[in-house]
């Protein structure tokens, strides 16, 4: 966790720098790093400038969903699913009974489990609020299953990072570069997922990230130039995206080692999972 929020903290300040520091300085830069000046301030201005998110934004959620896949959930294993004296939404540990029918997931009922259940549980995320929500918080604001076969997807993460803790931390006579910048990073995480050969099984493999309106390459261009700002040998931006991309699919289907609800599903006699779609959604079906 310690080496993501480095990371994390370091993508955004190198971000603020080169949004700040005006073309001059950059041309120095560039020179002594070898970047290209050019392309990193038309890409670095096409970045900075704020998301509308009723147009980036294309598959909303809503607490209703979270409601719904507790009932789901519940009717094939009764009381599975919980809310705890803290109002969050756990999988209880003391249930009896068993899954006794398939249960399928859109991907706006699992985009509420990723928030409800996950990212606001606090015993799940242990250190991380106290630790990260210093300089930055995060948030799920979407997830798509897309290019749907039966035996893999891609799955499609957004998230928004508010960067104000950050901005807070730049003196006031550097208005200017706080004034450069919006409060919210939209970060789009993409990985391909799956099946095995048996129950259970899956591999992941990272896709693609895009931060706001930049598309992928725009995106990996902004990334190589920050690798050349910060000391990033032990832990890359591509390492990094994978490992978050690993945490979404291993939360939703997990194994021994990462106990997702899929995990929990196959010990309750759960078989298998596969991808569809319903209603214009991807989905997850986790079956007998």
């Known amino acids: 966790m310690k080496t993501l929020i480095k990371i994390l903290i370091g993508f955004i300040i190198t971000i603020l720098v080169i949004v700040g520091i005006g073309a001059g300085a950059l041309f120095y830069l560039g020179y002594k790093y070898d970047i290209d000046v050019i392309k990193t301030i038309k890409v670095v201005t096409k970045f900075a400038k704020p998301v509308k998110e009723d147009e980036y934004l294309t598959n909303p959620y809503s607490i209703d969903d979270m409601d719904r896949t507790m009932q789901k959930i519940n009717d094939s294993v009764p009381s599975l699913v919980t809310v705890d004296a803290k109002g969050q939404y756990v999988l209880s540990s003391e249930v009896s009974s068993f899954f006794t029918k398939n249960v399928t997931l859109l991907d706006t009922e699992i985009a509420a489990i990723m928030k409800y259940m996950f990212l606001d549980n606090k015993s799940l995320s242990g250190d991380y609020e106290e630790q990260i929500n210093k300089y930055i918080s995060i948030d799920i604001c979407e997830f798509n299953i897309k290019n749907v076969t039966s035996s893999s997807a891609s799955f499609e993460t957004k998230y928004a990072i508010n960067i104000d803790g950050v901005k807070n931390k730049i003196p006031s006579s550097l208005f200017f570069i706080k004034n450069k910048i919006p409060s919210n990073i939209y970060y789009s995480l993409s990985t391909n997922v799956t099946k095995g050969s048996s129950g259970f099984d899956y591999t992941n493999e990272l896709e693609g990230v895009t931060i706001n309106t930049l598309s992928y390459d725009e995106t990996q261009f902004v990334f190589d130039v920050i690798n050349k700002f910060i000391d990033s040998k032990d832990f890359s931006f591509e390492e990094l995206s994978l490992t978050i991309g690993d945490a979404v ?27 569809t779609t319903s209603s214009s959604h991807g989905a997850i079906v986790y079956s007998l």
């Open 249 to 275: 699919v291993n939360g939703l289907l997990g194994n021994e080692t990462n106990k997702g609800l899929g995990y929990v599903f196959s010990q309750l006699g759960a078989t298998s999972f596969s991808f």
